[in-house]
Structures are given as structure tokens and as C-alpha cells.
């Protein structure tokens, strides 16, 4: 079965540091999307990503972060100038239609901003 | 607002005990509603979802407008049930998931 998959499952960096997590959404998919989770929180949706640009972002997607699909297969997520409360569990996840029928998730990677 | 529930943080049931997860949401149009597991150190995945009206691992879950619930129930609940649960919208006029808190169930031998 197709997957979701992001690198790195884990990252430590510096606060201030820039920080780009990486996913390969299915391949026939449309549509994708960051959420993340802090530690002992809900999962939150950040950003949605559809026809090469942003199609909705919560108020947590300020100006430090920005999403790219560079090459077709890769979707970007770049964390400009991290801060502590960045620290949390990214998940990209992917659909084919929006329907929320068909949103599959990434297993996650582990920001932690010391 | 746009809003999901899940009032217990955790739920500990002994092993053929029957479970029932609760949530409850928030929603001023046709919700689509979905029920998502997190086993450790895996993916979320996705349980059940409202439309299909189907049973996977033995779960079902109702869709109860009137009570804006959307209630995850098994019958037995087994060991390898424990994990994270979370429910979640889904919006039609916005293309994004909005989840509850999450539910940890622990199935005790």
C-alpha cells in the first residue's frame, strides 16, 4: 500500500536555526497538508497545499514557516528562525480529492528546538 | 465554531470489557466525521468514517445529529486495541481536519 513518508524522523536544532522537514506525498495525490502536535496536544492543522500554492493556513503558519513542492514529488515544510515552541511532531499527510475521505499521514518528524 | 470533544484524556478497560470513546462536536453544517488510531510509535491512521457506516477491528460509531456525537463503541475490547484515538471534522467549505484532544485506551489483560 502507497505511503506517506517524511525525513527526518527526528531533528534536534538550535533556536534560530532554519529547519525544513521533507515528505513525499502519494504520488496520485492532489492535495497535502502539514499538521503538527506539541507534546501532550492535539494534532493542529497549519497549512493545505493544493495546485502549487497555499490554499488555506491556520494563524500558527505566520512568516516563519513556508511550504514549496519543488520538484513534483517532495513537499516542503521550512521553518525559518525556530523557536522553542516549535518543538513538536510534524505530520504531512496527502489526498486525492476534498473530500476528507482520503487524507493519509506521514508518520511524523520529531522537531525538537533546544 | 468549528469544535471537537473528547472528554476523558483516558480510558482503561479490562481485556472482553466493552469501550465506548466519546466525542462530541461543534459543526453549522454536515460534518463529515472521523475517528482516527495512533498505535505507538506509528502513523495516524484512519479507523472509520461516518459515511461508509462500517465496522473495522470491530469498532462502529454512530453518527447522532441530534446530540452532535459521533460516539466510537466495540462490544470486546481486545489488548491490541490500546492506542491513541483521536476523532476528527472534516468541514466541506474548508479542506482541513480539526481533531479532538485524542483518547488513550489501555486494555488490560
Known amino acids: 500500500e502507497p505511503e506517506v513518508t517524511q525525513t527526518p524522523s527526528h531533528q534536534v536544532t538550535q533556536m534560530g536555526q532554519e529547519v525544513i522537514l521533507r515528505c513525499v506525498p502519494i504520488s496520485n495525490h492532489l492535495y497535502f497538508y502539514w499538521y503538527r502536535q506539541i507534546l501532550g496536544q492535539k494534532v493542529e492543522f497549519l497549512v493545505s497545499?493544493?495546485?502549487?500554492?497555499?490554499?488555506?493556513k491556520s494563524e500558527i503558519f505566520d512568516d516563519q514557516f513556508s511550504v514549496e513542492r519543488p520538484d513534483g514529488s517532495n513537499f516542503t515544510l521550512k521553518i525559518r528562525s525556530t523557536k522553542l515552541e516549535d518543538s513538536a511532531m510534524y505530520f504531512c499527510a496527502s489526498a486525492v480529492d476534498r473530500t476528507g475521505n482520503t487524507i493519509y499521514f506521514g508518520e511524523g518528524s520529531w522537531l525538537t528546538v533546544v | 465554531a468549528q469544535r471537537v470533544t473528547q472528554p476523558e484524556k483516558l480510558l482503561s478497560v479490562f481485556k472482553g470489557a466493552p469501550v465506548e470513546l466519546k466525542c462530541n462536536y461543534s459543526?453549522?453544517?454536515?460534518?463529515?466525521l472521523f475517528w482516527y488510531v495512533q498505535y505507538s510509535r506509528q502513523r495516524l491512521q484512519l479507523l472509520l468514517r461516518?459515511?461508509s457506516r462500517e465496522s473495522i477491528k470491530g469498532f462502529t460509531a454512530d453518527l447522532n445529529k441530534g446530540e452532535t456525537s459521533f460516539h466510537l463503541k466495540k462490544p470486546f475490547a481486545q489488548e491490541e486495541d490500546s492506542a491513541m484515538y483521536y476523532c476528527a471534522l472534516h468541514g466541506g467549505a474548508t479542506n482541513k481536519l480539526i481533531f479532538g484532544t485524542g483518547t488513550l485506551l489501555a486494555v488490560q489483560p
Open positions: 461516518h459515511i
Open positions: 497545499f493544493y495546485n502549487n500554492e497555499i490554499s488555506e
Open positions: 459543526y453549522s453544517g454536515s460534518p463529515e
